[in-house]
């Protein structure tokens, strides 16, 4: 059983090996796990203690489509050239690249190469389609609409709010926690170019939720802004294919034995429904 391990932003697979150490001494000698490097070095991500020494690198330049597109062409040639695998473990960043990357294999009807993704405090999935949410956006953008705005919206048609609603559940906090993310200056939605502003997923936007088994696990104190991204992330995977497990920590890997056990467990029941 072959497992790909995707770590967080300005972090590494070296970091990420450390961070599942006690998952990893759980699981069955039959797992085989990769981790590796994202493309890109970066600075240390939000997190990473100061003792731990880099490099430390991001999956994408950035959340704009171009840099989304080139991030999921980088994951298909690991999954290619390092292959095959039978499932993905993602952290945070490399849990939203997952999802970005599965969805455009099944939007494009292009072969899935894996079973099941096991995803760890998933920051917010964002894809390389540049039409995905054009259409608000050129909207929002013709009424110089400050996104941070939460007095305005009653001015917004319903696909308008919503989206706006997204936005400051998950990453409008996240700029204000000056997070390592894409958003910190929210006026990109306003009056950045268009090919340069994220292109968040969330079910209204996509033509359908991503098929193959997934488990979502996260820290039930961790960032409240981070716990939205996570939920937003599970809303895009079929209801019936998708299980949450929720542990004690904040934004990292469960620690104690019985929520190890019970991601495991949730593990099994991903690979049974493959």
């Not at 000698?29 to 990769?34: A, D, G, I, K, T």
């Not at 716990?227 to 890997?253: F, Y």
Request: glycine share 6%.
């Amino acid at each position: 059983m072959r497992i790909l391990c995707l770590h967080g932003v300005g972090s590494s697979g070296e970091i990420l090996e450390a961070q599942m150490s006690n998952l990893r001494r759980e699981l069955d000698p039959s797992f085989e796990l990769v981790f590796v490097d994202g493309p890109f070095e970066c600075r240390r991500g939000p997190g990473v203690p100061d003792y731990q020494d880099g490099p430390f690198f991001s999956h994408t330049q950035s959340y704009s489509p171009v840099h989304m597109a080139e991030a999921v062409e980088c994951l298909e040639d690991i999954l290619e050239t390092e292959g095959p695998f039978d499932g993905v473990f993602g952290f945070s960043q490399g849990a939203a690249l997952t999802l970005s990357y599965l969805y455009q294999q099944q939007a494009s009807e292009s072969p899935v190469p894996v079973k099941f993704a096991c995803l760890f405090s998933t920051a917010m999935p964002c894809s390389p389609d540049a039409e995905m949410g054009d259409s608000i956006i050129s909207s929002l953008q013709a009424l110089k609409y400050d996104i941070t705005d939460r007095e305005r919206q009653q001015e917004l048609a319903e696909d308008e709010q919503e989206f706006v609603e997204v936005l400051q559940k998950t990453i409008v906090g996240a700029a204000i926690d000056n997070s390592l993310l894409p958003w910190i200056d929210m006026d990109v939605y306003r009056y950045g170019e268009r090919d340069a502003i994220p292109r968040v997923m969330y079910p209204s936007l996509l033509a359908e939720k991503i098929q193959i088994p997934t488990v979502h696990v996260w820290g039930q104190n961790d960032f409240e802004y981070m716990i939205r991204m996570a939920e937003v992330a599970r809303s895009i995977c079929e209801e019936s294919r998708a299980k949450t497990v929720l542990h004690a920590g904040l934004h990292d890997i469960p620690k104690k034995q019985p929520e190890i056990k019970a991601v495991l467990r949730t593990i099994d029941w991903a690979m049974a429904q493959a």
